[in-house]
């Protein structure tokens, strides 16, 4: 039987969508949000419940300790505000933008490459752990990475076919990406310029188009920054951009310094980047010495005339004018989109494997060269080898929690397992007395999950709390501290329910 049918570009397009479709949606509500995804989805549900969108309030008080732009908090909003907030809701515009983004990237990339690469790198993006595991999350790496995609996109499509209505485009994805996570957002101009400068691509900068595009960038990003200040003045400066400020000049006291923790990215690919990282290595050889090889001067014919040494260089590919082909270009962005973020990265003291999301799409172009290197009844054998892989592991993650147990976060797991008791327990007017150790993640499970609100205290405070006359129900993690309570006021405290991690008690 001829199967040569499933080497046509929309059946591999129907592949990738019906992957990232089980990948990215399915069981997506069992696992409960992450540790930093907590706190953003209770600023989302707050922005609905105070019908104040521009602020983020936690516990009803304004807030930017996040130091994040509302993008994120805006798309979670609109989609709690009509399915109603839980983990499905507050997770759903991240799983479609990374699907979008997978469109695009298939399409564009079956376009200015072929679709045997378009489909390669799609497939190795979904089985990528990390960026799988944004897809599925609230944090806002994901968003940024499609604002990436689509931005480049936008500026190669610009580039190559002086479409120069798509500079504005990009620019807009660039506002929104700086609207979802700052000062990352602007990695996308820098890669531009920096493939500008590198390919000698200078008939970009000629463009007024390109330039005039820019503008859009303040037109999006300022209104808000400017509203929060004029309202909140240096409290708004000092929270939101604390975080940011602190991954350059040091983070928990860590004095600054580049070679602080230098192998800490390399470690993370090492450690999660399989099976995709050898080709990953091999690409980034095989592109380097391709590129070395094409700007080498062409060798002159010893027997050459002298007056024809200009013909000569010409006819053997001398590049005098030190340009570019479209393939080099094409390279030279790919290499960029790389390392022009990892320098940056590198050079912050805080290193964060979040971080390295932008960067997987572009990996996985690298190794999708490598697997379309090949010869053609390979490359065929290689597609045939992602087809089944991709349609036993969807149906593994249809048929099996291993999504959700594995990709998702697990940090609340064992914490949300309080919520039904607290809920019985609590009365809505009450609070419940959790430590400062526990703030973060805690007031946010409780206000999000039972909509309870909390009482914060110091250790000190916390063990006075107990011994006061006034009845109070407690949550707090079984650490040393915890555990040196239960054993001193085993007599004063009633315990409701004990997990492998937390315990919730009355006085």
Not at 179 to 201: E, H, N, P, S
Not at 387 to 395: E, H, P, Y
Not at 438 to 445: A, E, L, Q, R
């Amino acid at each position: 039987m001829n199967f040569d049918f499933v080497f046509s570009r929309k059946i591999l397009f129907f592949i990738v969508i019906l992957t990232g479709l089980v990948a990215f949606f399915h069981r997506l509500d069992e696992a409960p949000l992450s540790g930093d995804g907590i706190g953003y989805g209770q600023i989302a549900k707050e922005m609905t419940l105070t019908g104040d969108w521009a602020t983020p309030y936690h516990d009803g008080v304004p807030s930017f300790y996040t130091s994040k732009p509302p993008l994120v908090y805006w798309l979670m909003a609109a989609s709690g505000s009509i399915l109603g907030f839980d983990n499905f809701s507050v997770k759903l515009p991240t799983a479609l933008l990374s699907l979008l983004s997978l469109v695009v990237l298939f399409l564009f990339l079956s376009k200015y490459y072929n679709p045997n690469i378009a489909f390669f790198s799609s497939i190795i993006l979904i089985f990528t752990q990390q960026y799988l595991h944004h897809a599925r999350s609230v944090i806002t790496d994901g968003p940024l990475a499609a604002f990436f995609i689509f931005a480049f996109v936008s500026f190669w499509i610009a580039r190559t076919e002086d479409k120069s209505s798509l500079y504005y485009l990009m620019s807009v994805f660039i506002g929104l990406a700086v609207m979802t996570k700052q000062v990352f957002g602007l990695f996308i101009g820098m890669i531009i310029f920096c493939y500008i400068i590198l390919a000698r691509d200078w008939k970009i900068l000629k463009n007024i188009h390109f330039w005039l595009s820019f503008l859009l960038i303040p037109v999006i990003v300022l209104p808000w920054h400017i509203a929060m200040y004029k309202k909140f003045g240096m409290k708004f400066i000092n929270e939101y951009f604390l975080s940011t400020v602190s991954n350059v000049n040091g983070w928990n006291g860590q004095k600054y310094s580049i070679f602080y923790e230098w192998y800490v990215y390399s470690q993370i690919l090492v450690n999660n980047y399989w099976p995709w990282l050898p080709f990953l290595l091999y690409g980034f050889y095989r592109k380097i010495r391709n590129m070395v090889e094409k700007l080498k001067p062409a060798a002159q014919p010893d027997t050459a005339p002298e007056h024809d040494m200009t013909k000569t260089a010409r006819t053997l590919n001398c590049r005098d004018d030190k340009s570019f082909d479209n393939e080099q270009a094409r390279d030279i962005f790919i290499l960029c989109w790389i390392f022009v973020p990892l320098f940056v990265l590198q050079m912050m003291t805080k290193k964060n494997g979040n971080y390295l999301n932008i960067l997987y799409p572009a990996f996985a172009v690298v190794c999708a060269e490598v697997f379309n290197s090949f010869s053609q009844k390979t490359v065929q054998k290689i597609i045939k080898i992602f087809i089944v892989v991709s349609t036993a592991a969807s149906l593994l993650f249809i048929s099996f929690p291993v999504v959700p147990k594995t990709i998702d976060a697990q940090k609340l797991t064992d914490p949300v397992k309080l919520i039904p008791t607290i809920k019985y327990v609590l009365k809505p007017d009450k609070k419940i007395v959790i430590r400062e150790t526990d703030w973060f993640v805690f007031s946010s499970m409780f206000l999000f999950y039972a909509d309870r609100g909390n009482i914060t205290l110091s250790d000190e405070d916390f063990e006075k709390k107990i011994l006061s006359g006034e009845k109070n129900y407690f949550a707090s993690y079984k650490d040393d501290f915890m555990n040196g309570l239960l054993n001193k006021y085993n007599d004063k405290i009633t315990v409701w329910q004990i997990t492998d991690k937390t315990i919730l008690f009355e006085n």
